[in-house]
């Protein structure tokens, strides 16, 4: 599997969900293969039959396949680690927790793995309490360079900032911008982006000195029958162009 991606040369690199193998590679055309195509682990029933999907899935969009929690859910986590070691997509999502058991079952250092920590309602600080069972717990937040410092330990790539609710935390998101500037880390806003907000998320972070950004964008661009509209795509890129 290609696992050196041509995003890896994107400043900004589109993540979007694709609702069937044929607008999963709709999508890729319509991103210029700027982009990672996400499949949610939630939607199967085991890792085999998630495994067998998935590379079909990857051999249609030279494997810039992103294998998803669904919606964050902690409970994908042990499940998403165990697709990754198999079918070695480019990028893995992930909570807080779970980072460290997908590096170890992927072997490579390549595949992109996030790591998903939220808005604690002050800036500077960062809810890492996003796993199965700390979920569940009180929770504990930690300043974002902490947060960073944990997450490059345990191997991981990037923060994936959830629920950001598009711009509901502002002064919270800029403040884990410039900690992902400080500390050259990669940032995957994610939460209530649509084509309105877009380019102001994906602007801020550019502005703040992030190295990579890949903003998710997933309701917002769904048709009714579950697919991301790929003229939607289109016009994503179109701003990612005009930021650049």
Partial sequence: MKLEPHFYQDRVCLNVLAGSKHNARDIHQAAEGHVLVGVL???????????????????????????????????????????????????????????????????QARTVVNGLVSPSGIPGLVKVSTGPLSAESPVCAAPVDTAIAMLKDMGGSSIKYFPMGGLDCRDEYLAVAEACARHDFWLEPTGGISLEN??????????????????????????????TRPGDVERLLSMVKALL
């Fill in 41 to 107: 682990s939630k939607n199967y029933a085991d890792v085999d039959s998630a495994v067998a999907d998935m590379r079909e899935y990857a051999a249609l969009i030279d494997n810039a396949l992103s294998v998803g929690l669904g919606a964050g859910d902690p409970r994908q986590s042990d499940m998403v680690s165990a697709i990754a070691g198999q079918v070695q997509p480019q990028h893995v999502n992930q909570v807080f927790t779970g980072v460290g058991s997908s590096r170890a079952l992927l072997g």
């Fill in 198 to 227: 877009f380019s102001e998320i994906v602007r801020l972070a550019l502005e703040a000195g992030v190295p990579k950004v890949i903003p998710h964008v997933y309701s917002s661009i769904i048709d009714a029958n579950g697919e």
